[in-house]
Nanobody
Framework: QVQLVESGGGLVQPGGSLRLSCAASGVLFRIYDMGWYRQAPGKQRELVARVTRGGSTNYADSVKGRFTISRDNAKNTVALKMNSLKPEDTALYYC?????????WGKGTLVTVSS
């Protein structure tokens, strides 16, 4: 059974930092492209950052220079380090694992940026 479990969300002040983590089980982690998505209230889910199985990364323009995605194939985890957080980063953040013919999602972790 495939499971993606996110952790690390919470309440943080503007300008602060958080580190999200996603632990994967039930999949051959190293062959999957891994991503972080987010969905704010009333908005569509959007890609935040992605790291391919080969280690290439890409980011949404809104988070470039502030967020960093990384993966640890030995631990079956993918992390998202978020710096200089803004109120508009407030959203439910989801972990995603993709391989041709397979697409898995976690249940999300809530990030709230507010003073």
């Amino acid at each position: 059974q495939v499971q993606l479990v996110e952790s690390g969300g919470g309440l943080v002040q503007p300008g602060g930092s958080l580190r999200l983590s996603c632990a994967a089980s039930g999949v051959l982690f190293r062959i999957y492209d891994m991503g972080w998505y987010r969905q704010a209230p009333g908005k569509q889910r959007e890609l935040v950052a992605r790291v391919t199985r080969g280690g290439s990364t890409n980011y949404a323009d809104s988070v470039k220079g502030r967020f960093t995605i990384s993966r640890d194939n030995a631990k079956n985890t993918v992390a998202l380090k978020m710096n200089s957080l803004k109120p508009e980063d407030t959203a439910l953040y989801y972990c995603n694992a993709v391989f041709p013919g397979n697409d898995y999602w976690g249940k999300g972790t809530l990030v709230t940026v507010s003073s």
